[in-house]
Structures are given as structure tokens and as C-alpha cells.
């Protein structure tokens, strides 16, 4: 079966600095596709960024970037010059081929500090 | 509407009793998925609605979980007979649909928080 595992329960950083958040997943499938979800109090999950497996190029999207390692099957997510709006529960999911199943992590809550 | 809406937002309810959750997703999308998250847990699958296809119900905890949805549109959970162990948020996203979860993108309602005492 799969899963996904964040080992970050929660952590907190200064505004403007970078933060990483981890998160590893375990499957014997080759194609799949991993993302990072953000949810703030307002509990809307939202999209942060997505990466397709078979793509050895990392995915950003402005100040969001991940670092993808799947022989390792790691997928972090890097947040450069955090902002105060950062601040909430970011979680990695993944989801195989043409599948719509989501498998998610428990989360890491994320606190940015002004 | 412009986003997915969900009512209640919250909900406090007695053991035992039966609740109804409602979703309205966003007009024109087929796919409509319900999901349980549980205070510090990542989010449980609990059903996927498809166009006019069969549901699957392949994550509904147990048979007080039942969940319909009526013309293609708006979507109701029921859970009957509820337990404490039933508290959580309940959420509800909704999406083109057909196309595979990387190709088309899921829209999150803020859910409802249901709270049994």
C-alpha cells in the first residue's frame, strides 16, 4: 500500500528566512505524481505545487520549490523569503497514474514569526 | 457559485443522532470527492462521485456513512447514529473530472467541522 509520511509535526521560522519541509512516500509504482497543499485556518486546501514523477527537473512556482529525489522517494518542499501569509498546515499527497485516490501525510504546521 | 460550498460550517451534534453534511460544487464539474480529516491526520478518501458512473464508496468507514448525489450537482453525507470517534472536519472538493487528479485541478470547500458529544 501506499503511504506518505511527514516527519514534521510543526515548525516555525522568522519571516524572510527559508524553510524546508520534508516528506518521504513509499510505492512500487513507477508513474505517479506527488503535490504540496496548503491549509490555513480558513481549512481551504489550496494548491502549492505539483510534480510528475517522471520528470527528473524540480518544480517551482515563484517562491516555492520542491526538491524530488525518487530513488530516495523523497519529495521536500522549500519556501524562500517567507511571508507572514505562509503560515498554515502544508501537507504532501500523491496520487498514481490516472488514478483519483489522493494518499496524504499527516501535515506540518508551519508557523511564520514577524 | 464561484468556489465549493459547504453547510454547515460547523456542527454539534449528540451521540446517536443522525447528521446530514452538504456539498454544492462548482457548476460544471463532474467529479465531487469527500474526504474525513481527523485532528492531526493527514485526509481519509471517503467517497468519489463520477458524472452519472457508480460511486465509489470504497472509503466509507461503515455502513452509518451513506452519501448521494442528486443530479450531478449538490452532494449530502449522512452519518447516522453518530459516534465521538466520527468528529472531524469533512471536506468536500470538486473538479472538472475524467481527466486523472495531476490534469485537472481539485477545488476545496472550508469544510464542516462536526463536533459529537
Known amino acids: 500500500a501506499q503511504t506518505v509520511t511527514q516527519s514534521q509535526p510543526e515548525m516555525s521560522v522568522q519571516e524572510a528566512e527559508t524553510v524546508t519541509l520534508s516528506c518521504t512516500y513509499d510505492?512500487?509504482?513507477?508513474?505517479?505524481?506527488l503535490f504540496w497543499y496548503k491549509q490555513p485556518p480558513s481549512r481551504q486546501m489550496i494548491l502549492v505545487i505539483r510534480?510528475?514523477?517522471?520528470k527528473q527537473q524540480n518544480a517551482t512556482e515563484n517562491r516555492f520549490s520542491v526538491n524530488f529525489q525518487k530513488a530516495a522517494k523523497s519529495f521536500s518542499l522549500k519556501i524562500s523569503d517567507s511571508q507572514l501569509g505562509d503560515t498554515a498546515m502544508y501537507f504532501c499527497?500523491?496520487?498514481?497514474?490516472?488514478?483519483?485516490?489522493?494518499?496524504w501525510g499527516a501535515g506540518t504546521k508551519l508557523i511564520i514569526k514577524p | 457559485g464561484a468556489g465549493v460550498s459547504q453547510s454547515p460550517s460547523n456542527k454539534v451534534t449528540e451521540k446517536g443522532k443522525d447528521v446530514e453534511l452538504r456539498c454544492d460544487p462548482i457548476?460544471?464539474?463532474?467529479?465531487l470527492y469527500w474526504y474525513r480529516q481527523s485532528l492531526g491526520q493527514g485526509l481519509e478518501f471517503l467517497i468519489y462521485?463520477?458524472?452519472?458512473?457508480?460511486?465509489?464508496k470504497s472509503g466509507l468507514p461503515s455502513d452509518r456513512f451513506s452519501a448521494e448525489r442528486t443530479g450531478g450537482s449538490v452532494s449530502t453525507l449522512t452519518i447516522q447514529r453518530t459516534q465521538q470517534e466520527d468528529s472531524a472536519v469533512y471536506l468536500c472538493?470538486?473538479?472538472?473530472?475524467?481527466?486523472?487528479?495531476?490534469?485537472?485541478?481539485?477545488?476545496f470547500g472550508s469544510g464542516t467541522q462536526l463536533s459529537v458529544l
Open positions: 510534480q510528475e514523477a517522471y
Open positions: 462521485f463520477q458524472g452519472n458512473s457508480a460511486p465509489d
Open positions: 499527497a500523491f496520487v498514481m497514474d490516472s488514478n483519483y485516490q489522493l494518499i
Open positions: 457548476s460544471g464539474h463532474t467529479a
Open positions: 510505492t512500487s509504482e513507477s508513474n505517479y505524481y
Open positions: 472538493a470538486s473538479s472538472l473530472g475524467g481527466r486523472g487528479l495531476f490534469n485537472e485541478k481539485l477545488f
